[in-house]
């Protein structure tokens, strides 16, 4: 309850203490953090029963069934990705609009499909409350994924909040690690990008091997629209995070969100002020 209420103080007040750099001047550039599971810990469908690995042949197989896809329509790849993956498919979402419409597919075609959120403590009332409005309209819970400090631990830990000086710190030990854990021992997961979305999405496979997380990969709205995306909340009234409506395309976590002005990119408002817009789940 506490967290929710540190969220809603954030958003009535917009983050205004992470300089944003002059124009002119280049933004600090961050590398990608990948974790170092050790050596006896193996990742992703390496460590599930029967385990996966990725021979030549098993990735070419993958790159034909992406190729095989790539006109299919999200629900033929959500088809094709629980006919030959589940029980060990499962789906991460933040709760955009393109998860959404992921969930509501699934709602349909796989019910049973576990879906989980990374918590990483610091996101918005509005985004959980979303988690209970897809518990309400499908009968989904979405597991809560979290790491193993909270955010006061962590702060504590680091001497304060570690995304206004190294988001990308923030985000490997918040989020990448903890998807590491979630996805150990599944086959595959689903992702909600888009191609047109950003220059690191626009490389994304229907269908390919994750070799950051080792395991599937399958995006069912690589080729989807933003417009597609929202027709189809729309057609089907389709729960939202409201914060959209109120100028955030992308939303994140609170202290590296903001709401993006006209004839911005649409993830412009996330790690505004470096030189990031991924939060390195997407990137390889």
Request: aromatic share 8%; charged share 25%; glycine share 6%.
């Amino acid at each position: 309850m506490g967290q929710q209420r540190l969220t809603r103080q954030k958003l009535m007040n917009p983050i205004t203490d992470r300089t944003v750099q002059s124009a002119g001047k280049p933004l600090p550039t961050l590398q990608v953090l990948t974790p170092d599971p050790g050596p006896d810990q193996l990742r992703g469908a390496l460590a599930a029963n029967p385990p996966l690995e990725p021979s030549e042949s098993f990735l070419a197989g993958l790159a034909a069934d992406s190729e095989q896809l790539e006109n299919a329509t999200p629900q033929e790849i959500l088809q094709y990705a629980v006919d030959r993956f589940a029980p060990l498919f499962t789906m991460a979402t933040a709760f955009g609009p393109e998860g959404m419409t992921l969930i509501h597919m699934l709602a349909e075609i796989a019910p049973a499909t576990p879906i989980f959120n990374l918590d990483t403590g610091y996101q918005f009332a509005e985004t959980l409350e979303l988690r209970e409005r897809v518990k309400q309209r499908y009968g989904i819970e979405v597991e809560l994924k979290t790491p193993d400090t909270t955010v006061e631990q962590y702060e504590a830990m680091h001497g304060g909040p570690v995304y206004k000086t190294d988001p990308n710190r923030c985000c490997f030990d918040r989020k990448l690690r903890v998807l590491h854990e979630a996805a150990r021992g599944m086959h595959a997961w689903a992702s909600a990008i888009r191609r047109d979305q950003s220059d690191d999405r626009q490389r994304a496979a229907i269908v390919g091997w994750d070799h950051k997380f080792q395991l599937v990969k399958i995006s069912p709205l690589a080729n989807w629209s933003k417009k597609e995306v929202w027709n189809l909340i729309s057609k089907h009234d389709i729960p939202y995070n409201p914060l959209h409506d109120k100028g955030f395309p992308s939303v994140g976590c609170w202290p590296c969100t903001r709401a993006v002005q006209m004839g911005e990119d649409e993830r412009a408002g996330r790690w505004s002020g470096f030189a990031k817009k991924e939060c390195g789940l997407h990137t390889s």
